[in-house]
């Protein structure tokens, strides 16, 4: 059977994007950042290298302009977030913290804390950092910020 060169051309283009994050999360649009995803209003990029979350948070503001670690505000960015882990769902930073005036959590970013997936039983306040993928894929658990784990970054498209 003879190859017809669009099919092959589509296969490597899949094969590709397979292997960077999942043919679900497009390409980053932004001239310089294509080597990070779009996921929602974001660019986005999972660094594999563990540092503890404070180191996290500066490696994403270094970044690009207006980078954190990722803020997560609905159910369509957390299942983003799981996928960029890969099939291997590593524990991974993200940008949520808990105050320690008064036990609030807060964004990195700024933005509002509007929605978790906590896993049941958490935050048990054993640490005050958020990784996500801890005991299930895509869940939340509360855990000392020295901990040392990858990080997804993430700085908003601008209109
Ligand atoms: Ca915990």
């Not at 159910?75 to 890969?86: R, W």
């Not at 940008?95 to 959590?105: E, K, S, T, V």
Request: proline share 7%; with cysteine; charged share 15%.
């Amino acid at each position: 059977m003879m190859f017809r060169p669009i099919l092959v051309i589509t296969l490597v283009i899949l094969l590709l994007h397979e292997g960077n994050t999942g043919p679900w999360v497009a390409q980053c649009p932004v001239t310089n950042y294509s080597e990070w995803s779009k996921l929602g209003p974001y660019c986005v990029k999972y660094f594999q290298q563990p540092v503890p979350f404070g180191q996290a948070e500066m490696k994403c503001r270094g970044e690009a302009p207006d980078s954190h670690l990722i803020s997560i505000h609905d159910g369509e960015t957390n299942n983003g977030v799981q996928i960029l882990t890969g099939s291997g769902n590593a524990m991974v930073w993200i940008g949520g913290m808990r105050l320690p005036n008064n036990g609030n959590f807060v964004w990195t970013d700024g933005s509002k804390w509007d929605y978790t997936n906590w896993v049941p039983g958490q935050p048990d306040g054993n640490g005050d950092c958020v990784q996500i993928n801890w005991n299930s894929p895509g869940m939340w658990d509360d855990v000392q910020c020295w901990s040392r784990l990858g990080y997804i970054c993430a700085f908003k498209m601008q209109g």
